[in-house]
Nanobody, 115 residues
Framework: QVQLVESGGGLVQAGGSLRLSCAFSGSIFGFNVMGWYRQAPGKQRELVAALTNSGNDGYADSVKGRFTISRDNAKNTVYLQMSTLKPEDTALYYC?????????WGQGTQVTVSL
């Protein structure tokens, strides 16, 4: 059974940076894509960044140039480096993985960006 555990969220001032981590336990062999979603109060969950098994990455337009997704195979961990944070980045951030047509989610980590 695959489990995803996020960490690294917190409160930061606008313009600051945070790095989110998502540690995978269990086998991730055969995964299709892993990435990060976020959900702000009253809004739908949206894709922020994704990384395919071939190493290609993609980003939401709102975070391009500010966020970077990466993966450490040895640590079974995927990261989201967030820079130049804005108040509109405030949300609950979820780690996600699709593997053999099944979706796995973490419990979420809160990111709050203050003015």
């Amino acid at each position: 059974q695959v489990q995803l555990v996020e960490s690294g969220g917190g409160l930061v001032q606008a313009g600051g940076s945070l790095r989110l981590s998502c540690a995978f336990s269990g086998s991730i062999f055969g995964f299709n894509v892993m990435g990060w979603y976020r959900q702000a109060p009253g809004k739908q969950r949206e894709l922020v960044a994704a990384l395919t098994n071939s190493g290609n990455d993609g980003y939401a337009d709102s975070v391009k140039g500010r966020f970077t997704i990466s993966r450490d195979n040895a640590k079974n961990t995927v990261y989201l480096q967030m820079s130049t944070l804005k108040p509109e980045d405030t949300a609950l951030y979820y780690c996600h993985m699709n593997r053999f047509s099944r979706d796995y989610w973490g419990q979420g980590t809160q990111v709050t960006v203050s003015l």
